[in-house]
């Protein structure tokens, strides 16, 4: 099992998308996908940090299969500040996401208001 499957192993479990893994991490899509396909056979040490850090697993299982997974339990200490930092993560991304929307719906508006201008041009 190579990195990229061992990454893409835990987004699935997790229920992450790539989206959200590359919002999270600082990263692009593009990069993010040659992680995930092994076009890139591994990220630099700051990034598969911050990928440990973000999906809460262990370096050296992400690196090479070496070792637990790293998933926190429940009694684990961490395990709540876990999950309140992935909580705030979470809030952060639906920012990310409701700024989005609100400048999709803008677009629409404009592309409406030049069909009508254009329609009432033409007839």
């Not at 630099?44 to 697993?57: Q, V």
């Not at 909580?87 to 009508?116: G, P």
Request: hydrophobic residues 35%; proline residues 2%.
């Amino acid at each position: 099992m190579e990195f990229s499957d061992r990454l893409n192993e835990v987004m699935q479990e997790r229920g992450i998308t790539s989206y959200k893994l590359a919002l999270l991490l600082g990263i692009s899509k593009t990069t993010l996908a040659n992680y995930l396909t092994g076009k890139t056979k591994q990220p630099h040490s700051k990034i598969l940090d911050r990928i440990c850090e973000k999906l809460s697993i262990n370096r050296a299982w992400l690196e090479n299969g070496n070792g637990p997974k790293g998933m926190l339990a429940e009694s684990d200490p961490d395990y709540h500040r876990v999950l309140i930092e992935s909580a705030e993560q979470d809030i952060i991304f639906m920012s990310h996401l409701k700024t989005r929307l609100k400048q999709l719906r803008e677009e629409i508006k404009k592309l409406k208001r030049e069909n009508s201008r254009l329609k009432h041009k033409y007839e």
